[in-house]
T-cell receptor
Framework: DAKTTQPNSMESNEEEPVHLPCNHSTISGTDYIHWYRQLPSQGPEYVIHGLTSNVNNRMASLAIAEDRKSSTLILHRATLRDAAVYYCILRDGSGNTGKLIFGQGTTLQVKP | DADVTQTPRNRITKTGKRIMLECSQTKGHDRMYWYRQDPGLGLRLIYYSFDVKDINKGEISDGYSVSRQAQAKFSLSLESAIPNQTALYFC???????????????FGPGTRLLVL
């Protein structure tokens, strides 16, 4: 499985945009890039995913580099509720196992 | 009501005891998963099941067993609990649509297990 690299922690001020980077230099052509987040004392929740094109939904935007070796999760206006651990995950592209391989993620702190 | 429920939410047991963690879902999903989370290690996959008759080992299955009693129920057992199985355990489901690479997984609230 292709691996991802994320910074251990980031800080942001409330109501400012946040850009969470992820490197995945060994990504294969069929790997989807998924982002999940885990709020304190809760299970992980899905945020967004994409393959090649940038994606937007009500929670966030995903910007994917042209060579697909990196991506950035964008929270347009951080709120205190966005403080969580954010995981960048590549889905198993070699078959249909559906496995999610979690790394250590980025702990986002949001300051009021 | 939550779509994915786990019972118990907290459990304290002693070394050598057999315990079972249960997961139920009302999402109608075919696929179910068990993960454990340890501080600083992220989540790791223990077992996964694509339907009632299809059960597969994940990356850390030693010391665990599972049972898929029905589409909606997936139980995780520790046959003889040991202290290094102290962790937070999560159950998850996914719909099993064609193209698993695109699937979203939905997680339960977790079971916190302490083995003394």
């Amino acid at each position: 499985d292709a691996k991802t690299t994320q910074p251990n922690s980031m800080e942001s001020n409330e109501e400012e945009p946040v850009h969470l980077p992820c490197n995945h230099s060994t990504i294969s052509g069929t790997d989807y890039i998924h982002w999940y987040r885990q709020l304190p004392s809760q299970g992980p929740e899905y945020v967004i995913h994409g393959l090649t094109s940038n994606v937007n939904n009500r929670m966030a935007s995903l910007a994917i580099a042209e060579d697909r070796k990196s991506s950035t999760l964008i929270l347009h206006r951080a709120t205190l509720r966005d403080a969580a651990v954010y995981y960048c995950i590549l889905r198993d592209g070699s078959g249909n196992t559906g496995k999610l391989i979690f790394g250590q993620g980025t702990t986002l702190q949001v300051k009021p | 009501d939550a779509d994915v429920t786990q019972t118990p939410r907290n459990r304290i047991t002693k070394t050598g005891k057999r315990i079972m963690l249960e997961c139920s879902q009302t999402k109608g999903h075919d696929r179910m998963y068990w993960y454990r989370q340890d501080p600083g290690l992220g989540l790791r996959l223990i077992y996964y099941s694509f339907d009632v008759k299809d059960i597969n080992k994940g990356e850390i299955s030693d010391g665990y067993s599972v049972s898929r009693q029905a589409q909606a129920k997936f139980s995780l057992s520790l046959e003889s609990a040991i202290p290094n199985q102290t962790a937070l355990y999560f159950c998850a489901t996914s719909p099993g649509l064609a193209g698993a690479r695109r699937e979203t997984q939905y997680f339960g609230p977790g079971t916190r297990l302490l083995v003394l």
